[in-house]
């Protein structure tokens, strides 16, 4: 029953910055080849943008979220805002130009792969700092548990970070792949989550567990990097005080002894995690922390629509892991469990759970 679910914190109010899209999603039968024609299976409009995604996720889990963004006063504008404060995200703090466009992605479901792809159209004019005025600054950060950035909009994002790091408030970093500003805005944060191939992409490491080493090394304010990869779970790398450690450890070898501790029965995501190490890439360097590997849902094929948004429900999970100090063995299974129930519908935010969703109560007690 929901009346057993723990107290949310007293103070759950989360800033995000970054992209509040309409997505136009239309699932087919199987990819189109070139020069095709082809119908849809079915079709949906609904809000997305990785940020306003992630905040909405938040804000169904009960926190309370706060987006900086930009749209236009046109009809799809209109209709961003409005989903947006129904499923309870402030969008005070968007931004509404006169004229211009607001952004909008294309986004074809291939019922065959169960895989999507997206065509996205920016907004415009695009979002300056100047528009984001120091008196609306300082009142969508104030009370802030944490500030949040998918990295785009990265000039304003910068201005947001800095102005949070002079706060103390911890930042995390969507790092879904390589664009301006995001050094910049990795420098300053807290937490950190990848896509798959980012974290090798970002470090020319020979290996994904090698790859968040060299993070680590690079970032020393970073206090857990994840990378999530997608069905096939995730992996995160947690610091730890490397000078009060002695053991020291492979971490491609320590990442292939945590998988065969796997339940590899287990339908629902579960999380493996090793001892605090001093954890060794070769060629890299050395850092103090522990390795955990979490699994992903094992969602029956009949009932798998859409992996639209799932990374973004997977951060806003991690939002509200965060917020209530979840323990990163529960954190990762939660987040996945999250991302998993989205993946049962069409679009990315259809079927983001509630926080009394009962599918989420062995997760939260």
């Not at 079709?43 to 706060?66: D, F, H, I, S």
Request: include cysteine; glycine fraction near 8%; aromatic fraction near 4%.
């Amino acid at each position: 029953m929901s009346s057993a679910l723990p107290p949310l914190p007293d103070y759950g109010i989360v800033l995000g910055c970054g992209g509040a899209v309409v997505d136009f999603l239309a699932a087919v039968a199987s990819y189109p080849k070139p020069d095709d024609k082809i119908r849809s299976t079915s079709l949906k409009v609904e809000g997305g943008g990785n940020a306003a995604n992630a905040l909405t996720c938040a804000a169904r889990l009960g926190l309370q979220p706060r987006l900086i963004s930009k749209v236009a006063d046109d009809s799809p504008g209109k209709g961003i805002l409005e989903e947006l404060e129904a499923d309870g995200v402030d969008s005070s703090f968007i931004v509404v130009s006169e004229g211009g466009n607001s952004p909008f992605t294309y986004i074809i479901v291939d019922d065959e792969t169960k895989t999507r792809t997206c065509i996205h159209t920016p907004g415009y004019p695009p979002m300056t700092p100047d528009e984001l005025t120091e008196s609306k600054l300082l009142a969508a950060i104030d009370g802030a548990r944490l500030v949040y950035f998918d990295v785009r909009l990265h000039e304003t994002a910068l201005v947001v970070a800095q102005e949070a790091t002079r706060r103390g408030i911890p930042i995390l970093i969507d790092a879904e792949k390589k664009r301006d500003g995001l050094d910049d805005l990795l420098s300053l944060s807290s937490y950190a989550i990848c896509s798959a191939k980012f974290p090798q992409s970002w470090t020319d490491a020979p290996s994904v567990p090698s790859a968040l080493v060299s993070m680590l090394l690079k970032l020393p304010n970073i206090k857990f990097v994840v990378v999530t990869l997608g069905e096939d779970g995730c992996i995160m790398l947690e610091r730890s005080n490397e000078k009060e450690l002695s053991e020291e450890v492979d971490v491609d070898e320590l990442l292939a002894a945590l998988k065969h501790k796997i339940d590899s029965n287990s339908t629902l995501p579960t999380c493996v995690a090793s001892r605090k190490v001093k954890l060794h890439a070769k060629g890299i360097g050395i850092v103090g922390g522990r390795l955990l590997v979490g699994t992903a849902e094992k969602i029956p094929p009949s009932e798998l629509v859409d992996t639209t948004g799932a990374g973004d429900s997977f951060i806003g999970a991690v939002l509200y892991a965060l917020c209530t100090n979840m323990p990163p063995e529960k954190m990762l299974p939660f987040a996945a469990q999250v991302a998993g129930i989205g993946c049962r519908a069409l679009g990315a935010r259809t079927g983001l759970p509630q926080r009394t969703d009962p599918r989420l109560n062995s997760f939260l007690l």
